[in-house]
Structures are given as C-alpha cells and as structure tokens.
C-alpha cells in the first residue's frame, strides 16, 4: 500500500487554538484529501488536491484551510479550533486514473 | 444529491458462517461506482471491493461477493466462511462517474462482529 504518514496521531488542544495536521504520502499520487469520521456520519470530505498549489473544498469545508506546496504534503489547518471539529481525520491519496484511494491511519483531535 | 444507507449500525455471525450487509443509495444518475470499504480497529481504511454501475455482473474478491441491485438502488456485502479478521466497520460509499473531484458519498457503516 501507499506510504501515507499522518502526523500527529492524536493531539488534545483547547478551544480557540490555531491546529495543523500533516499528510505525508511517499508515493507520488496526485490527488490528496482530508476526511473527517464522525460517529453516524461516515466520512466527509472537506477539502481535496488536485496537485501542488491546486485545492479545492468539500462538503464540510466551514473552518478549515488547506495547503498544498509539494506534491508530498497536504497540510489540515484549523485557525481556531471549535469542540465540534473534534473528530478522527483522514488523509487520503489517489494516483490518476485508478480509483482506489490509499488511507493514513488517522488523527484523532480532541478540542476541549 | 445523492445518499447512502447503511441501516444496519451492527451485525454480528459466527465464525466460518455467512453474513450480508445491507447498503442503498439514492441517485438519479446511471454511471456511477459503488464501494465497500473495511475499517479494522487499526482505523485505516482499506478497499474491500468495487462495483461499476455499466456492468451487470457482480463483483467479487475472494470470499466477498455484493449483490448489486440497480433498478432497486441495492448493493449489499457478503461475506463468506467469515474470519476473525473480518471484524471491523464496514462502510459503503458511491462515487459519481461524472466530475473530476472524485468525492465520494459515505455510509454511515455497520459493525460486524464475528464470534469464535
């Protein structure tokens, strides 16, 4: 499978808080996204990568920012961290024309 | 827009037997992909298996087969002579074959559990 590093993988922080989560993938893929697991509610996108510099928003975009400044690393930015962004990230990567995507193992963010 | 239905939040069967997981979707488009994805207590996701709308023929990897159900927006999982391993949510998702942003559309899961 694909090297996806995802750094940190858990992180307790306070409300108000600027946070950033990396992903780090080794294998050249393309495209990148962030997803967050809620309980009940699967994954959701919030935002994705098309390439470097190229992003995107997803369904559940409201308060995050992303970064993209090398094809290695999609970087998750929470300016100031809400309890209701408390939830288990995921890093995904896709290479081009196949379809499968290649998970991290996540990031578990608890905002108190 | 479209949905995905996992009604089903656990399930549970014993070891060396069968078990179907239950999935509907809600779309008005007719080329689509459909997807069950495995996450064990590790929490990485991984692909279990993939179904292209265009084709009639279910698909199967080994000792996971679906029964895709077009006309009624049906795509469950079965598993067969279940594994200990096989414990783990299982989530189904749908992807337009439209667009280029790939975003899929995610179940809410099912928690199987596998008894010795």
């Known amino acids: 499978d694909a090297g996806i590093t995802q750094s940190p993988r858990h992180k307790v922080t306070e409300t108000g808080t600027p946070v950033t989560l990396r992903c780090h993938q080794t294998?050249?893929?393309?495209?990148m996204y962030w997803y967050r697991q809620d309980p009940g509610h699967g994954l959701r996108l919030i935002h994705y990568s098309y390439g470097v510099k190229d992003t995107d928003k997803g369904e559940v975009s409201d308060g995050y920012s992303v970064s993209r400044s090398k094809t290695e690393d999609f970087l998750l930015t929470l300016e100031s961290a809400t309890s209701s962004q408390t939830s288990v990230y995921f890093c995904?990567?896709?290479?081009?024309?196949?379809?499968?995507?290649?998970f991290g193992s996540g990031t578990q963010l608890s905002v108190l | 827009a479209q949905t995905v239905t996992q009604s089903q939040p656990e399930m549970s069967v014993q070891e060396a037997e069968t078990v179907t997981l239950s999935c509907t979707y809600d779309?008005?488009?007719?080329?689509?992909?459909l997807f069950w994805y495995k996450q064990p207590p590790s929490r990485q996701m991984i692909l279990v298996i993939r179904q292209e709308a265009y084709k009639q023929q279910n698909a199967t990897e080994n000792r996971f087969s679906v029964n895709f159900q077009k006309a009624a927006k049906s795509f469950s999982l079965k598993i067969s002579d279940s594994q200990l391993g096989d414990a783990a949510m299982y989530f189904c998702a749908y992807r337009s074959a439209s667009g280029s942003n790939y975003q899929l559309i995610w179940g809410a899961g099912t928690k199987l559990i596998i008894k010795p």
């Open positions: 294998e050249n893929h393309r495209y």
């Open positions: 995904a990567t896709r290479y081009g024309v196949m379809e499968k995507l290649f």
């Open positions: 779309t008005s488009e007719s080329d689509y992909y």
